[in-house]
């Protein structure tokens, strides 16, 4: 899942990056409320992350005028204003939940499970492809009925793929959604994942799905695309 964090404190916007990364989300990080505003405006986010005091428009302002443009991403407020006015203002603004500053990690990631939760429909909480079944909220991943384990980065990148099958993805997509959308490909970091990942999902099973498009990307299908 991709999430969205618009914070101006440099290290409390490393510190939350850091540890969504460590637990397998793909994470931008902008610093101000203009910026913020347009790239949350775009739809590409699971979720939100958004500060109150930021330059230019202020998360409250960001808040309301996502709202207005029919943008219904779930949307976490971190606020270092611990007044009840100020809680009720961003709620009223369209905020789904708050956090005060400073606050633990663990306590965040709750509430962001929580707020995924909520936002989607409770089918959409198991994704499918053939045998390949992956549990977005015990974040587990099968093949016909065989548990395979997986690191956090993978699973986000098998998630990338589930959610577009029959697909070609470039390295460059594939980069900018699974890591961050500053991703500049270079080396083999996604050749190495993907070549870790099909060997996990595919080894000891008859039909291989993760395919390598040869001059184009890689593609989840139950057919040879080169073929």
């Known amino acids: ?27 931008d990080v902008v610093n101000d409320g203009r910026k913020g505003q347009l790239e949350a405006g775009s739809g590409e986010y699971d979720l939100i992350i958004l500060d109150i005091m930021l330059p230019g428009p202020s998360g409250i302002e960001v808040c309301r005028y996502l709202r207005q443009h029919g943008v ?4 976490l407020m971190l606020t270092a204003l611990s007044s009840t006015g100020k809680k009720v203002e961003g709620l009223e603004a369209g905020a789904d939940d708050y956090l005060v ?3 633990e990690f663990e306590e965040l990631a709750a509430r962001i499970k ?7 429909p409770t089918e959409a909480s198991n994704l499918r492809f053939q045998d390949l079944e992956m549990d977005l909220l015990k974040r587990q991943v099968t093949r016909a009925g065989k548990r ?17 099958p029959n697909r070609v993805l470039t390295k460059t997509s594939i980069g900018q959604q699974v890591w961050d959308m500053n991703f500049e490909y270079s080396g083999n970091v996604i050749e190495v994942y993907v070549s870790t990942l099909r060997r996990k999902i595919d080894k000891g099973f008859d039909r291989p799905l993760l395919h390598t498009v040869v001059g184009a990307g890689y593609m989840l299908s139950d057919e040879d695309p080169n073929v």
């Open 1 to 27: 899942m991709r999430l969205l964090v618009i914070e101006d404190d440099p290290t409390i916007a490393g510190f939350v990056r850091q540890g969504l990364e460590e637990l397998g989300y793909s994470v």
């Open 72 to 75: 219904g991403t779930p949307i």
């Open 101 to 103: 500053k400073p606050f």
């Open 114 to 120: 929580a707020l995924l939760r909520r936002g989607q």
């Open 148 to 164: 395979i384990h997986v690191t956090p980065k993978e699973f986000a990148l098998l998630e990338y793929f589930m959610r577009r």
